[in-house]
């Protein structure tokens, strides 16, 4: 029995139960031409070679004519995005702490990431998941299509690809100074993500030019209003940390779990 829950511009997503077994997972269906192959190709690469808590489970992939399935774990509780939308980006107590553990749980899946040389490249809340389970709420990621490859040298890309809204300064910039990054990148995304919860409105990619757009998180105000909207001000400081411009002074996945999530 299969049913439809998502559907996007690449992809489907069903809701499956296994002959036999009680457990539903997650059906991904990708029609694909010759560039979205090589997308699935990077993704089940990639997910078959990872194993983390915190990142989603990849159970088996199939392909039939101009069609492929990957099956996956299914993760019962939506995303980040549909929970900022369901709680109006309104943080309070309770949402406070939910948010505080899921990020806490990503970043340990970045930290994981860093130790594979795998770069995600387009982390962003509709790619963080809330797990539900008898233990409580946490956070997977998912979506690894644009991932780079493992054991890729020096872990340093240099393809411009993501949501340009959450991608870093150095995946934007036409700057060869900045065109090659690594892990650090995953981190700025990080940072708009919490922007993303803690500023209202947050209005989505703004009407200006990248270069615009990436001079204006460098002011430290960025095209949705001043930082100072974050009451929070250990969340503020997490956000000062991952929106550094040069990645090399950028915080680690690590320095924040130590001092900020720990």
């Not at 998502?6 to 539903?24: I, L």
Request: proline letters at 5%; glycine letters at 6%; charged letters at 25%.
């Amino acid at each position: 029995a299969m049913e439809s829950v998502e559907s996007g511009q690449f992809s489907t997503v069903f809701k499956a139960v296994r002959g036999g077994d009680t457990q539903p997972i997650a059906l991904k269906q990708v029609y694909f031409d010759e560039q979205k192959w090589k997308l699935v190709l990077r993704e089940v690469k990639i997910l078959h070679v990872l194993d983390h808590p915190n990142i989603v489970r990849f159970y088996k992939a199939y392909r039939l004519e101009k069609v492929v399935w990957l099956a996956m774990e299914w993760i019962q509780g939506g995303s980040l995005e549909q929970f900022s939308v369901q709680n109006s980006k309104r943080v309070g107590d309770i949402e406070h702490e939910l948010l505080r553990n899921v990020l806490k749980d990503v970043l340990k899946a970045l930290m994981y990431l860093q130790t594979a040389n795998i770069v995600h490249r387009d982390l962003k809340p509709d790619n963080i998941m809330l797990m539900n389970s008898s233990e409580g709420i946490s956070g997977k990621l998912i979506d690894f299509g644009l991932s780079s490859e493992p054991n890729q040298r020096d872990n340093q890309q240099t393809r411009v690809c993501g949501s340009p809204l959450f991608s870093a300064p150095e995946v934007l910039t036409g700057d060869g100074r900045y065109r090659k990054y690594g892990c650090k990148a995953d981190i700025w995304s990080l940072g708009v993500c919490i922007l993303c919860m803690f500023v209202e409105p947050f209005p989505g990619w703004p009407d200006m030019s990248e270069p615009d757009f990436i001079h204006s998180l460098k002011s430290k105000r960025g095209p949705w209003g001043p930082w100072s909207e974050i009451a929070d001000r250990e969340m503020l400081a997490v956000v000062k940390k991952c929106l550094v411009w040069n990645p090399a002074f950028r915080v680690s996945a690590d320095s924040l779990l130590s001092n900020h999530f720990s």
